[in-house]
């Protein structure tokens, strides 16, 4: 048992000291910076789901940099890209929104960096990502329902009759609260991870090429 403990702490030790070298240190920073900044630019889908429900790019630079080193990393640059976007634009959530986007982009970069990590092929990626949409959009339905909507109701007072109504006017499926979240912020979601995924996939080969002319491993 001693040797087992003693073998899973050099391991973690080993990992952590890869994980924390100088440059993954400074490639989670550039990229996590890059998506804070990519945050403050966000457009609606009308045609998908209510203009309140806006979407950014900002998890193009944590997908690559997670498939870079691993996902981790990816939940580090995560939750930096969010503090970053805080301090540059506030909260306008009561940090709940921003604690939900951080949820749902976990979601997304962690099973994708996960499987590319096992499958560092074309076809792992696209797995992975593919995966992590589906991951995704599951997280947006739960978190909707039970956090997201709900606080909006009690915060701020909207009517959630006025949500279903939003939700309705751009289809009709929308009957309740359960329905709104599934056939407009599942698709939401769905279109946000294809968007990503294919700038991903146009950008990752030459940054992960570039990384590694520098030294990178």
Same mark, same amino acid.
């Given at each position: &048992?001693?040797?087992? %403990? @003693?073998?899973?702490?050099?391991?973690?030790?080993?990992?952590?000291?890869?994980?924390?070298n100088t440059k993954n240190l400074?490639?989670?920073?550039?990229?996590?910076? #890059?998506?804070?900044?990519?945050?403050?630019?966000?457009?609606?889908?009308?045609?998908?789901?209510?203009?309140?429900?806006?979407?950014?790019? !900002?998890?193009?630079?944590?997908l690559i940099g997670s498939f870079?080193?691993?996902?981790?990393?990816?939940?580090?640059?995560?939750?930096?890209?969010?503090?970053?976007?805080?301090?540059?634009?506030?909260?306008?959530?009561?940090?709940?929104?921003?604690?939900?986007?951080?949820?749902?982009?976990?979601?997304?970069?962690?099973?994708? !960096?996960?499987?590319?990590?096992?499958?560092?092929?074309?076809?792992?990626?696209? &797995?992975?990502?593919?995966?992590?949409?589906?991951?995704?959009?599951?997280?947006?339905?739960? #978190?909707?329902?039970?956090?997201?909507?709900?606080?909006?109701?009690?915060? @701020?007072?909207?009517?959630?009759?006025?949500?279903?109504?939003?939700?309705?006017?751009? %289809?009709?499926?929308?009957? %309740?609260?359960?329905?709104?979240?599934?056939?407009c912020v599942a698709p939401f979601?769905?279109?946000?991870?294809?968007?990503?995924?294919?700038?991903?996939? #146009?950008?990752?080969?030459?940054? !992960?090429?570039? &990384?590694? !002319? &520098?030294?990178?491993?």
């Amino acid at each position: &048992i001693k040797k087992k %403990n @003693f073998l899973r702490k050099r391991k973690e030790i080993i990992f952590m000291k890869e994980l924390f070298n100088t440059k993954n240190l400074v490639l989670m920073a550039v990229f996590a910076a #890059l998506g804070g900044v990519l945050m403050l630019w966000e457009f609606p889908i009308p045609f998908i789901a209510p203009g309140f429900y806006e979407m950014d790019l !900002s998890e193009v630079p944590v997908l690559i940099g997670s498939f870079i080193a691993g996902p981790v990393a990816g939940v580090i640059m995560e939750a930096v890209k969010i503090i970053i976007k805080i301090m540059i634009k506030g909260t306008s959530t009561a940090y709940v929104g921003d604690f939900a986007n951080f949820c749902i982009g976990c979601c997304f970069i962690v099973p994708a !960096s996960i499987i590319y990590k096992k499958i560092k092929t074309k076809k792992g990626a696209l &797995i992975g990502v593919c995966a992590g949409t589906v991951f995704m959009a599951v997280a947006g339905v739960v #978190l909707n329902y039970f956090i997201m909507i709900p606080f909006y109701v009690k915060a @701020f007072g909207t009517p959630l009759d006025g949500i279903l109504a939003a939700g309705k006017s751009i %289809n009709p499926l929308v009957g %309740n609260k359960l329905s709104f979240t599934i056939v407009c912020v599942a698709p939401f979601n769905i279109i946000k991870g294809v968007i990503d995924s294919i700038i991903t996939f #146009l950008l990752y080969k030459r940054i !992960s090429t570039f &990384i590694k !002319s &520098i030294g990178h491993k």
